[in-house]
């Protein structure tokens, strides 16, 4: 940004990974005001009633600000709905992926969100490109690259459809339905479970529990003062100078037993901090080594590696004090508290990866009786997460069967308005182009069949175009691959042979004539009027007596 007035760009992009439009970042830092702008430009073209779901990085936060600043004009803030992408809200706290996290939302599918960071990596090649290139140049480049991405993806519509089926919805359908089985459980109990784990943990506490709570894990260092300020907590508890319904119901249990559980909870926060941290160097070398992100160099791949061995030597310390002071808090724990224990976690980092526990906080709270089984039992924490992931997965389902049937009705339409513009007698001039349009989109039945709508309906819509049309006809040539082995010597000019008869080869009209002939022959017969004869004319030039040049 010290060297050039535009630093980088802001994209929006459909779920099919279709760049819609683009935007220069003329500040340091990725602000609001691009992805604002951005939305509004793109709800000037959508009809007065459609509706968007926007996944972005940070969704949460740009959802705060549009509701309190008013950031939309009049009419948008309704109609759209902000979530962030898959691979940021893990990142985020659970409170905010209960919110915004793709998959823990109604209505989404399984649409990842990560469709911009798909297109920088089919375009990365312009960066280098770009850096030394003009202003207009350089928008003339991306503007291409991006058209020409479009083009592509529209072409492989089909197998993006298809892939998102078998490999999204197949696969995952099945996985879940098995988690199902083996939990045993109605769908009914697991809804309900999942209401109440939204509602308890989405709930805010009040300040003022916060502070005293604060206070008791601040001098945990201080033995005799951590028991004062437990002792003066609890007692204000008792006396009713909290308001009823932010009391913690630890009542009655013992005051080692709460020490310690704030003391889990506390590690374990450092434990998830540590774990996050580490996880995003992990993703970046996956990345690099499935391919789906440049290659690291040979000394970034070793930085990389000593820093990840530096955090997860922290890491792993962590873990094991928190596993150390779980079986602690277990020894002294009586089940009459009937409050849940912390799980260990395991110090392996792949186990550490896939472990559901991880970014759970330490329950705090009793339960009561059965209506609160997702917090100690495994099973129903299993079950939502399968009963969520096959909610998803019919809804993608539901999603790319439109997506299908929307597909069929654009082709079907597109191919009628060509077919229709080619019989026009006003666009004789711009018949050779339509034909060409028309037979490359007739090109698509192939690539855009899939399960749901077969090649058959296809060609069904394509031959009662052709028939409708009553001339159009598709000439696919096939393509001559030149052989290298021919010697250039072998080849020769074509020669037009023209049987003169007995006239002189000079009367004979030039190409040029012969076309200007045609068309103004086909014009008149369209237009019902006799075609015009080609003239002759003889233009003598001769130069001036006197001229005078102007510089």
Known sequence: MQKFDIGGLAALVCRHDVPLFIANVDTPGEQQKYAVSLIEHMFKLLPPKATVVVLYDVGCVLDRSVAQYEMFVDGIEERVMFATSVMHSYVHQWSCQLHYNPRLKDGLGLTDGENVERLWSRSRGLIPVCRSSGKHRRVWLINRKLRTIAKELKEEMGSWISRKLNKGVVEQTAESQKTLDECNMEVKFLEKQWADQKATQISVRSPRLKTHLGNILNIQT??????????KSLGLLKKGLLPETCRPAIVGVDLEFVQKLYLVR??????????????????????????KDIALGTKMHQHVRSAMTKKTAALTAA???????????AAVSKPEWNIPLPEPLPTNMGELKTCTTLMENVWIEPIQGDSQRWVHDQDVRDGIRAMLRLKRCREEHQRLGREADNMLKWYRKELKAIATAIKDSSNVLLVSQLRLEFEELAGL????????????????????IVQAADGIQLTWAPVKVADDSIDDSELSAPVLHVDAGEEDSSMLPSAEEVCLNDLFSEQAEHEGKVALQPLSCNLTWQTPVSFALFF
């Open 222 to 231: 201080d033995i005799n003062e951590l028991e004062a300020t437990v002792e």
């Open 266 to 291: 506390e590690i374990k926060a450092n434990v998830q901090r540590k774990a996050t941290s580490t996880f995003w160097e992990f993703d970046k070398l996956d990345r690099a080594a499935g391919g």
């Open 319 to 329: 873990i094991k004090r928190y596993n150390t002071e779980c079986q602690s808090l």
């Open 445 to 464: 039945k192939s690539s855009w069949a899939t399960s749901l709508i077969t090649e058959a309906s296809y060609e069904a819509h394509l031959s009662c």
